[in-house]
T-cell receptor, first 109, second 113 residues
Framework: GQNIDQPTEMTATEGAIVQINCTYQ??????LFWYQQHAGEAPTFLSY????GLEEKGRFSSFLSRSKGYSYLLLKELQMKDSASYLC??????????FGTGTRLKVLA | DSGVTQTPKHLITATGQRVTLRCSPR?????VYWYQQSLDQGLQFLIQ???????AKGNILERFSAQQFPDLHSELNLSSLELGDSALYFC????????????FGEGSRLTVL
């Protein structure tokens, strides 16, 4: 089966850097995704990693280590609008697209 | 706008009733996923279709069923509704199986009284 763990809540200050960790277990690994979800809204795609290493996209970067079953999302120059839930997700050989419970990030002024 | 359309946006009904939620995927996307999100909870995977065929199933209750039609739209049927079924139901689509970004609709908020 698939299992994903990520912290429930994190708090950071505007302008700072925050790292949100995700550990996963899955058979037939087919990629690790990060999504952002504002309260009451639909999730939106942030990043995708299928190979080990760091993927950078503007203020957001995502890292993957397949051997450790570990990923993180790095958010730089935090803004108030970054206050949201960040969802880690994996896909497997059975095509199940499973999400973690999400990390609620609060950005303080 | 993700290009995924879900109807209705809001639905209020009573216990024991049956409802149908509808989803139109992005143009060209063959894969449709259904998720349930209860208040302050994560996204629970229900079921996935690809080009009309069921490809993966999550912890979907027997009271729930779904299908994807030849025009690729999908419907999620929820029957014998219980209070605990109150949730936001999201549909998402992607261009291919596995390893693809999901595009989510705005969700259907179901309230069971």
């Amino acid at each position: 089966g698939q299992n994903i763990d990520q912290p429930t809540e994190m708090t950071a200050t505007e302008g700072a850097i925050v790292q949100i960790n995700c550990t996963y277990q899955t058979s037939g690994f087919n990629g690790l995704f990060w999504y952002q979800q504002h309260a009451g809204e639909a999730p939106t795609f942030l990043s995708y990693n299928v190979l080990d290493g760091l993927e950078e996209k503007g203020r957001f970067s995502s890292f993957l280590s397949r051997s450790k079953g570990y990923s993180y999302l790095l958010l730089k120059e935090l803004q108030m609008k970054d206050s949201a839930s960040y969802l880690c997700a994996t896909t497997s050989g059975t095509y199940k697209y499973i999400f973690g419970t999400g990390t609620r990030l609060k950005v303080l002024a | 706008d993700s290009g995924v359309t879900q109807t209705p946006k809001h639905l209020i009904t009573a216990t024991g009733q049956r409802v149908t939620l509808r989803c139109s995927p992005r143009s060209g996307d063959l894969s449709v996923y259904w998720y349930q999100q209860s208040l302050d909870q994560g996204l629970q995977f229900l079921i996935q279709y690809y080009n009309g065929e069921e490809r993966a199933k999550g912890n979907i209750l027997e009271r729930f069923s779904a299908q994807q039609f030849p025009d690729l739209h999908s419907e999620l049927n929820l029957s014998s509704l219980e209070l605990g079924d109150s949730a936001l139901y999201f549909c998402a689509s992607s261009a291919r199986l596995g390893g693809a970004e999901l595009f989510f609709g705005e969700g259907s908020r179901l309230t069971v009284l």
